[in-house]
Structure formats: C-alpha cells, structure tokens
T-cell receptor, first 120, second 111 residues
Framework: EPEVTQTPSHQVTQMGQEVILRCVPI?????FYWYRQILGQKVEFLVS????????KSEIFDDQFSVERPDGSNFTLKIRSTKLEDSAMYFC??????????????????FGPGTRLLVL | GQNIDQPTEMTATEGAIVQINCTYQ??????LFWYQQHAGEAPTFLSY????GLEEKGRFSSFLSRSKGYSYLLLKELQMKDSASYLC????????????FGTGTRLLVSP
C-alpha cells in the first residue's frame, strides 16, 4: 500500500540553525501539507501546497518557514533559524484532491511517520 | 474561530463497545475525519463523514449530525491494540482544504 515517507525520523539542532525536513508524498497525490504537533498538544496545520505554490498557511508559518517541491517526488519544509519553541513532531501529509467535492476518501489526507525535531 | 471538543481520556474493557464524542464549531465545514494515533506515531485514517448519518467500517463506525455540530466514533469488540488517541478533525475552507484537529481522546483498553 502506498505511503508517505519522511526523513529524518529524528533531528536535533542548535537554536538558530537551519533545518530541512523531507517528505515523499504518495506518488499520484497532488496536494501536500505540513502539520506539527508539540508534545502533548493537538495537531496543528502549518501549510498546504499545490501546483508548486502555497495555497494556504497558518499564523505559525511565518517568514522563518518555507516549503519547496524541488523535484517530482520530494516535498520539503525548511526552518531558517530554529527556535526552542519549534521543537515538535512535524508531519507531512498528502491527498489526491484538495478541493471540496463529492463524498469519498480521495480527499483523505494521509500522514507520514513524522520527524521529531528537538531544538536545544 | 475553530473549536473542536473531545473528552480527554476514556477507559474501556477488552471486548466492550466505546463511543467517543466530538463536537465542533468551525467556520466552514467540508467533512469530518477520525484518525487513530498511537503514541509517537503518525495519525492514521479511520473514517470520513460529510453527510449526516452513520458510516460503518468493520469494527469502527462514525456518525455525523451537521445541524448539531456533532460526531461520534464507535469502536466495537475492543482489543488491547485499540489503546491509542483518537483524533477528530474537521476539514474547513472553500478551496484547498486544511484539517483542524481536536486535542484527541486517549483511550485505554484494559483486559
């Protein structure tokens, strides 16, 4: 069964350093997302991406964050200058259809295993 | 604003039935999802409702009432491996869809 993959599984970095989190979405999916989950808290939306551009971003997704689809398979999240409060699990997700439409699981977002980021 | 409420914790016995409730008040609604999340792992998709009524999928069923802003996830014949957090998420927006998650309900299944 196709699945979303993410690398690395764990990342430890010093405050102020740049990190790049990588994701390979499900191959026929066109819509990509990043979410994060601070330990013990709820999953929070960061950004959605379609057709090589950001379609929506949350207040969390400030100028320190960027996303890119550098080739036909990878989808990356970059944090330019990490802060202590960026420590969280970062999940990539993908779906076949981002737009509201008829009922069906094609709109379901499938999540990768996550990257646990620890900023010291 | 977006508000999704779930009970924080529930306990149940192996073999029993448990119902996890979710109420939501969101700006826009384009479907409600239930995900299962084991500690330290990714959310995995369980069910999806966009129309009122019950969706059944094996041991799991999910119900939606849009007029009441209410959903529940029903788990039957509980197994120890069902111990996990269950996340209610509402898809909002008119264009590209983001999910707004509740805080999750931690379910503990005991022998």
């Amino acid at each position: 069964e196709p699945e979303v993959t993410q690398t690395p599984s764990h990342q430890v970095t010093q405050m102020g350093q740049e990190v790049i989190l990588r994701c390979v979405p499900i191959s026929n999916h066109l819509y990509f997302y990043w979410y994060r989950q601070i330990l013990g808290q709820k999953v929070e939306f960061l950004v959605s991406f379609y057709n090589n551009e950001i379609s929506e971003k949350s207040e969390i997704f400030d100028d320190q964050f960027s996303v890119e689809r550098p080739d036909g398979s990878n989808f990356t999240l970059k944090i330019r200058s990490t802060k202590l409060e960026d420590s969280a699990m970062y999940f990539c997700a993908s779906s076949n259809s981002g737009l509201a439409g008829g009922p069906g699981v094609r709109e379901t977002q499938y999540f990768g295993p996550g990257t646990r980021l620890l900023v010291l | 604003g977006q508000n999704i409420d779930q009970p924080t914790e529930m306990t149940a016995t192996e073999g029993a039935i448990v119902q996890i409730n979710c109420t939501y008040q969101t700006s826009g609604f384009n479907g409600l999802f239930w995900y299962q999340q084991h500690a330290g792992e990714a959310p995995t998709f369980l069910s999806y409702n966009v129309l009122d009524g019950l969706e059944e999928k094996g041991r799991f069923s999910s119900f939606l009432s849009r007029s009441k802003g209410y959903s529940y996830l029903l788990l039957k014949e509980l197994q120890m491996k069902d111990s996990a957090s269950y996340l209610c998420a509402v898809r909002v927006g008119t264009g590209f869809q983001k999910l707004v998650f509740g805080t999750g309900t931690r379910l503990l299944v005991s022998p």
